[in-house]
């Protein structure tokens, strides 16, 4: 019970980050063996910031290691944020607060994208990039969104 009750109050400490909805896939390299790398799109709502989705597009290797998890993704990414419904924000916004992450290889290397708000331009900025362990890249992409009025009718 004492466990449980550990591992309940850990999961409670981890600060909340999105979950992605994959959109779809294109194969980029055909394998005769196991799947094929692709190029796979995703989508994730911003955990603290209601009205705003991010569609994030990055590789996934394909062939035996990737069908079974052990091969390690490319560091490229791509990232486009849009205003998909009034902006509130649920919760106060640390600055370069992680806001989605996940795992690109078995266990030394990761994707995460972070955001910032430009208080000067009323403007929130979205960056995804790639580190590992011991190296990291400095591949990176960016969007911002401009939080306008949003019509209801």
Known sequence: MRIANGLLGLLLTLPMLAAAEEIGEVSTV???????????VEAFD????EGVTCYLS???????????????DRAEASIACRQVGAIAFK?????????????????????????????KRNTLV????????????????????????????
Not at 46 to 49: H, I, L
Not at 58 to 72: P, S, Y
């Open 30 to 40: 055909f394998k005769w063996v196991g799947p094929n790398d692709k190029i796979v």
């Open 91 to 119: 919760d106060e916004l640390k600055e370069g607060e992680e806001v989605f992450k996940e795992r690109t290889s078995l266990v030394f290397k990761t994707m995460q994208v972070v955001r910032f708000f430009d208080r």
């Open 58 to 72: 990055r590789a996934k290797t394909g062939g035996v290691k990737g069908g079974i998890g052990l091969a390690e």
């Open 126 to 153: 979205y960056l995804v990039y790639s580190d590992r362990v011991i190296e990291g890249s400095p591949q990176n992409a960016v969007t911002a969104i401009p939080i306008l009025p949003w019509a209801t009718r």
């Open 46 to 49: 911003d955990p603290k910031v």
